[in-house]
């Protein structure tokens, strides 16, 4: 998450310079992502980073500051988002100096080499921690004074994210309003970002919104599909025409501050997704749903699209979530916002195609065939034999002495196999199967001076096979149909930093 770069708009000169004064950056508006960690198997920080370098992602969210994942993304040059989680909020909302600690020891401890840019002072407290409510001004007061004494705080920008479900009336989007019970709070909130050069950070979730409006609300509407003019919803009193729920409820955060006096303090997005599955209740929680929004969210993004009302004028935004969280309670949809599942694999494929210069990141470059977890021992065999067999794949390096012949094991031996024959049939999603033990993943299997086929080699940035060492119990392969079913990959999207004030 990048520092802002304000820009004028036509009769707001002096505005633009008071905000240049306030925010300075050398990016312009990104597409982030979070990083949840409610998985039964979370990878390895070190896996969590290699993930995000392959996927060219450049702004990351994290819902705490772990040390392990910070010291990880030391020296990567990824802009950090870290997070005061919500069970802290009291104890630094009522003392300084426990701000200055928590500063102390999550900031000032990893930055520069960690390039921290911003501080979520929880999350959703107003509606998920009422308790807190009181005193959430003062922790973000705290926060920004410990950033102050160590000279941080032109750096590192501070603000707490909110639901949009505390905008009132929001459609049409210019008569929005905030709940009015929550003015106490927010009007010194409204008053601190504004003074600090800082950002509302807002979560807008358009399939809540979707699935609570009975009907009201289209599909096609929430997923930001192309609309025509006809099938757009329109605001009566200023006439502009809305094709989504995600800008209108962005033009609606904006109008609400403008309800309460507040008309330059930008927006950014900090949670936005789709599930890819749910309950039986949740028919539209589907793989499909989850692709066709995020793509045309990252298009909608980086295209500098802009709303309605400031049109051309981007809102970063971070996607909910790198990974999908079995872990994580309540229905099936909640497990399942992910691009990538605990091994890197992508759940699905991104449609990117006409983002421009964003489609260099071709993840197709950058991915393995290895042997999937749990696969049967003489599956894997049989699938071994048919790659280093009718398969035509060069199997000399798994021979006794060579550089891939350690573990000396059926399965380590298999995923070699398997990525080499993946890479000689041009990474198709045929080529990775073999009858259902292989799978597509970005780690790359590498490991001493056994380098797969794809790998850039890099030092540090490759995982050693750790596979239990199984049985080689020979089988006949000739029954085996090695076919795939759909390739599941993504290209993620990553710009830069946000750059966008907003002027009403």
């Known amino acids: 998450m990048g520092i802002l770069e304000k820009k004028s708009m036509a009769g707001s000169l002096l505005l633009f310079l008071l905000a240049v004064s306030a925010a300075t950056a050398d990016e312009d508006v990104f597409i982030g ?30 819902y705490d500051a772990d040390r392990a994942m910070l010291v990880a993304l030391a020296n ?32 000032v401890a990893h930055y520069p080499a960690t390039n921290i840019t911003a501080i979520a002072v929880g999350s959703e407290v107003l509606t998920t921690l009422p308790n ?24 590192i920008k501070v603000s707490t994210p909110l639901s949009s479900s505390i ?44 699935m609570q409006s009975n009907g009201v609300i289209p599909l096609d509407y929430a997923l930001l599909k192309s609309l025509p003019p006809n099938k757009e919803a329109i605001d009566s009193n200023t006439l502009l025409h809305y094709a989504n729920v995600f800008d209108a409820v962005v033009d609606a955060a904006y109008y609400a ?47 500098k699209t802009g709303t309605p009302k400031h049109p051309g004028l981007a809102v970063s935004t971070f996607i909910y979530e790198l990974y999908n969280e079995d872990t994580k309670p309540g229905p099936v949809s909640e497990k399942n916002w992910g691009l990538f599942d605990a091994n890197g694999t992508p759940i699905y494929i991104l449609r990117l195609t006409g983002s421009g210069a964003v489609l260099a990141n071709d993840t197709t470059n950058q991915t393995f065939c290895t042997m999937k977890d749990g696969a049967d021992p003489k599956m894997l065999q049989a699938a071994l034999d048919w790659a280093c067999g009718p398969g035509k794949v060069d199997c000399s390096a798994l021979l006794q002495g060579q550089p891939c012949y350690e573990p000396d094991d059926v399965a380590a031996h298999a995923t070699y196999a398997f ?17 259902g033990v292989a799978t597509i993943t970005t780690t790359d299997p590498s490991h001493g001076s056994c380098i797969f086929p794809g790998s850039l080699g890099k030092n540090g940035s490759i995982a050693n096979i750790t596979a239990p060492s199984l049985n080689s119990t020979s089988v006949d392969s000739s029954s085996y149909d090695f076919h795939s079913d759909a390739f599941k990959s993504i290209l993620l999207i990553l710009g830069v930093v946000l750059g966008s004030a907003v002027f009403l």
């Open 132 to 155: 807190a409510a009181k005193i959430l001004v003062n922790a973000l007061k705290y926060i920004q004074s410990a950033l102050v004494a160590s000279n941080l705080d032109r750096q």
């Open 419 to 435: 990525d080499t024959y993946y890479h000689q049939m041009g990474m198709t999603s045929a080529s990775c199967d073999f009858n």
């Open 257 to 303: 501050m403008a309800f309460l006096n507040f008309t330059n303090v930008p927006i950014i997005v900090t949670e936005s997704g789709w599930p890819s599955k749910g309950d039986s209740n949740e028919p539209d929680a589907t793989l499909e749903n989850a692709n066709t929004y995020n793509s045309n969210l990252i298009r909608h993004v980086l295209n």
């Open 167 to 210: 905008i009132l009336d929001s459609f049409p989007p210019s008569q929005a309003f905030f709940n009015r019970s929550l003015n106490p709070v927010l009007v010194p909130m409204l008053s601190f970002l504004q003074s600090t050069g800082s950002f509302l950070m807002l979560n807008i979730y358009p399939y809540y919104d979707y």
């Open 33 to 62: 992502v979070n990083i949840g960690t409610d998985l039964s198997d979370m990878p390895h920080p070190t896996q969590v980073v290699a993930l995000l370098k392959a996927q060219q992602i450049r702004h990351v969210r994290l």
């Open 76 to 107: 990567t040059g990824i802009k950090v988002m870290i997070s005061v989680p919500n069970e802290q909020i009291l104890g630094i909302g009522q003392s300084n100096a426990t701000a200055a600690n928590w500063v102390s020891q999550n900031v």
